[in-house]
């Protein structure tokens, strides 16, 4: 059974810094894109970062560009969201992503979330 677990949320002052990360279980987790979504209150989810099994290439959403961070470690089956100079407007619940395409068939998976509130 595929598991993903976010943690690293919490509460953070406006400049400050928080690393998210995801563990992956019952997954051949180098052959999936990892991705974080967030979703604010009254919001639809949106796509934050992406990175890549095989080549490590990532996208971020270009409000995050050079604030936030993804990579992976894919001998441990993780993949962390480094978060620096957070904004309110960077609050929102972080959920990671596992996905691929084999043969046609797609395989998407969610974890629960982490919340993340950026706020004096």
């Known amino acids: 059974q595929v598991q993903l677990a976010e943690s690293g949320g919490g509460w953070v002052q406006p400049g400050g810094s928080l690393r998210l990360s995801c563990a992956a279980s019952g997954v051949t987790f180098s052959v999936y894109r990892m991705s974080w979504y967030r979703q604010a209150p009254g919001k639809e989810r949106e796509l934050v970062a992406r990175?890549?099994?095989?080549?490590?290439?990532?996208n971020y959403q270009y409000s995050v560009k050079g604030r936030f961070t993804i990579f992976r470690d894919n001998a441990k089956n993780l993949v962390y969201l480094q978060m620096n100079s957070l904004k309110p407007e960077d609050t929102a619940v972080y959920y990671c992503?596992?996905?691929?395409?084999?043969?046609?068939?797609?395989?998407?998976?969610w974890g629960q979330g982490t919340q993340v509130t950026v706020s004096s």
């Open positions: 990175i890549f099994g095989a080549s490590g290439i990532t």
């Open positions: 992503n596992a996905n691929r395409v084999e043969r046609g068939i797609p395989s998407d998976y």
